[in-house]
């Protein structure tokens, strides 16, 4: 299976700051992968799908401007929280489909990310 | 009516014990269903990928999956310790639509 190392692990910030995560799928090259917001007991909710090479693609809901995403290149997609909030406070996790059609998904760790 | 209905637990059950995990969903375009294991703090791991109806064993896990009802589980063998952690079940349409649609989680706690 894929391995995909999203870094970092966990980030304390302060209101106002932008902070940026990184994940990279280190097996094979990745046209698409998906990052997705946890929030303690709850299930994963699916942000926005970064595209290389075009604009992300967000769901109804979630601020683009305030969630900005690259897809810098085929194996690096990062997230840069602006202007960051408590209310951001969260897990961010990044995942990276499989190269035989997408339906399984493979992920990163997660971001631990604290807004003080 | 949520898309996917999981049970949050916590479910507690002493080790050997037979876990039984379940989802039940309202899509019908519901085509892919997976049960990923996450560990506190970390990102969920693929358990069990299944697609069509019926039964599907790996080691001491059986994912179920029942199309007419729109209801699949985890059955978890001879529980362990190593088990304990919070179970999401995931699904997805056909075609190239990527998006998947989690459960809660059901938070599972094995007892040695």
């Known amino acids: 299976g894929a391995v995909v190392s999203q870094h970092p692990s966990w980030v304390i910030c302060k209101s106002g700051t932008s902070v940026k995560i990184e994940c990279r799928s280190l097996?094979?090259?990745?046209?698409?992968m998906f990052w997705y917001r946890q929030f303690p007991k709850q299930s994963l909710m699916l942000m926005a799908t970064?595209?290389?090479?075009?604009?992300?693609?967000?769901e109804q809901g979630v601020e683009k401007d305030k969630f900005l995403i690259n897809h810098a290149s085929l194996t690096l997609s990062t997230l840069t929280v602006t202007s960051a909030h408590p209310e951001d406070s969260s897990f961010y996790i990044c995942?990276?489909?499989?190269?035989?059609?997408?339906?399984?998904?493979?992920f990163g760790a997660g971001t631990r990310l604290s807004v003080l | 009516q949520k898309e996917v209905e999981q049970d949050p637990g916590p479910l507690s059950v002493p080790e050997g014990a037979i876990v039984s995990l379940n989802c039940t969903y309202s899509?019908?375009?519901?085509?892919?269903f997976m049960w990923y294991r996450q560990y506190s703090r970390k990102g969920p791991e693929l358990l069990m990928y299944?697609?069509?109806?019926g039964n599907k064993e790996d080691g001491r896990f059986t994912a179920q999956v029942d199309k007419s009802s729109k209801y699949i589980s985890l059955f978890i063998r001879d529980s362990q310790p190593s088990d304990s952690a919070t179970y999401l079940c995931?699904?997805?349409?056909?075609?190239?639509?990527?998006?998947?649609?989690f459960g809660k989680g059901t938070l599972l706690t094995v007892n040695p």
């Open positions: 299944t697609y069509s109806s």
């Open positions: 097996d094979f090259q990745a046209t698409t």
């Open positions: 995942s990276v489909p499989d190269t035989g059609g997408g339906d399984i998904q493979y």
């Open positions: 970064s595209n290389e090479g075009s604009k992300a693609t967000y």
């Open positions: 899509n019908s375009a519901f085509q892919y």
């Open positions: 995931a699904m997805k349409g056909g075609g190239s639509n990527y998006k998947l649609t």
